[in-house]
């Protein structure tokens, strides 16, 4: 012991329990990792029954579900893969400085920005066309779609993580294996369409060995608090994985396939539901349990749609070679004429650019049409409805293609998706109001104890489910001062 040092009072012990949970919520947020699935097409009401979910009720009980949540428009896959990701490439200096994360609480940025969302990271179709380039976005597929002109529009948060030194590691995500402002994740199993449950599962056993590798080597990290009072904690060394990510498609093929209501939407849901048992029983086994937060989310919804009686053949209404461009078919298609000429078309919207209503958060974006065709739910639009492919059913004759679809309306009560979330930075068992998808960048950025870039999210409707969220406060500095002085009574 050091000279002039006198040994700490068994009484003094006594607190350093509740000086630990003081400390809890300031450091745990940079040094707890993120699992994070993407499940494609899930509608908020798929597991309304979780008692058939016993995967998914483990994770409720132990965490946060929403009641749903509301995509981006057009209710697209990468718009909202997007929106989910990034930030929004703010063009304005009007919101307020957000200095640090824990100020988020006191910045609703929904008021204080036009709530801009798609128009600004660009990521505006499934299939856009530039017209200055000619080029072609095909829903990711072809060599054009890995091209910076669709992804530079923002900053994915896996770009920010390895900016900031942090290993991401992700699985069949889309857009993972492009270079996005000159950043890669660490690493990137290319998407494939449709990936297996064997897909998934191996994703998940993968994702958890790089956090558990991780977190099998600590580190002491001593923390000095109310002036004269320093606590040690154990915490997880960073550099391996700071956020992992998984995406899974089959519960939006199926939907698509054989609509929303179906069995076999049901049997994806279960079979999903299976991985996610596993999922939970192998955190335990790592001993993961208070390491590592989770959260689950979907990109839109689906709704049913019937082929034969609601099918919108455009060329019924307009001289189809006066189009220069058609990008799409379903919901929202995207036209360039080429003249200004356009008619009503009953059970369709046809909007010019400047048109397009404000709370779509669409018009500005680069790669709008002048023309954008948005159809009532349920309804579909094509060229000819005879140009679609068809199955072949055991009696010979044509079967629907699809009879689900997604991309109307994010207002409309079938786009919507679902969130949710577990882990030590989440409250338990909480049943959530709805929020939307721009607002969970926020709260992911707030588990890995990253200050957010500027974003279109709203703070306030994610701060309550959180552990700790509110940060530094006058009540703590009070708190800690009265501490103080107890300790230092003791100490005499």
């Known amino acids: 012991m050091s000279p002039g040092l006198r040994p700490v009072s068994p009484r003094l012990t006594l607190l350093l329990p509740p000086l630990l949970l ?56 990468y718009p909202n893969y997007y929106s989910l990701m990034t930030v929004a490439g703010l063009k304005t200096k009007s919101y307020p400085e957000v200095n640090t994360l824990h100020t988020l609480n006191q910045v609703d940025l929904s008021s204080s920005l036009n709530r801009r969302h798609c128009d600004i990271h660009q990521m505006t179709g499934n299939y856009m066309w530039d017209e200055s380039s000619k080029k072609e976005f095909l829903i990711g597929t072809n060599p054009d779609s890995l091209m910076p002109l669709w992804w530079d529009g923002s900053e994915p948060l896996w770009v920010t993580l390895q900016k900031l030194g942090k290993k991401v590691f992700m699985y069949y995500w889309p857009g993972c294996e492009v270079e996005i402002l000159s950043v890669r994740p660490s690493f990137c199993e290319k998407y494939v369409y449709n990936p297996s449950e064997k897909n998934l599962t191996d994703s998940i056993e993968n994702a958890l060995n790089v956090i558990s590798n991780n977190c099998k080597v600590k580190e002491s990290v001593c923390v000095c608090v109310c002036v004269c009072v320093c606590v040690c904690v154990c915490v997880c060394r960073s550099g391996q994985a700071g956020m992992t990510a998984i995406y899974y498609e089959k519960i939006d093929v199926e939907g698509h396939h054989f609509g929303p209501d179906s069995p076999q939407v049901r049997t994806a849901v279960q079979q999903l539901d299976l991985a996610i048992q596993t999922l939970n029983r192998k955190i335990k086994e790592k001993n993961m349990v208070n390491q590592l937060n989770i959260i689950l989310f979907s990109d839109h919804g689906m709704t049913k749609i019937k082929w034969m009686e609601k099918v919108i053949e455009l060329d019924q209404y307009i001289n189809m070679s006066s189009i220069a461009k058609m990008m799409d078919r379903g919901p929202v298609v995207s036209l360039w004429p080429q003249d200004n000429m356009y008619q009503e078309v009953h059970n369709m919207r046809v909007y010019g650019r400047q048109e397009i209503p404000d709370r779509f958060h669409f018009k500005g974006g680069r790669f709008v049409p002048p023309l954008t065709l948005v159809a009532e739910p349920g309804w579909f639009i094509a060229q000819n409805k005879a140009m679609l492919p068809y199955w072949q059913n055991d009696t010979g004759e044509p079967s629907a293609w699809q009879n689900g679809w997604h991309g109307y309306d994010n207002e409309f009560l079938d786009m919507r998706g679902f969130f949710l979330a577990s882990g030590p930075d989440f409250k338990r068992n909480v049943r959530a109001a709805p929020i939307r998808v721009v607002d969970v960048y926020n709260v992911m950025c707030w588990t890995l104890g990253v200050k957010p870039l500027p974003n279109n999210g709203s703070w306030s409707r994610v701060e309550y489910f959180l552990n700790g969220s509110e940060g530094p406060s006058q009540p703590m500095t009070l708190c800690c001062l009265g501490l103080l002085g107890l300790l230092l009574a003791l100490w005499n």
């Open 22 to 77: 003081l400390l809890a919520g300031q450091q745990s947020l940079a040094t707890r990792p993120l699992l994070v699935f993407l499940i494609d097409g899930f509608r908020y009401d798929y597991m309304d029954d979780l008692s058939a979910l016993p995967g998914f009720r483990e994770l409720a009980s132990s965490g946060v579900k929403v009641d749903y949540m509301t995509p981006d428009f057009p209710s697209l896959s």
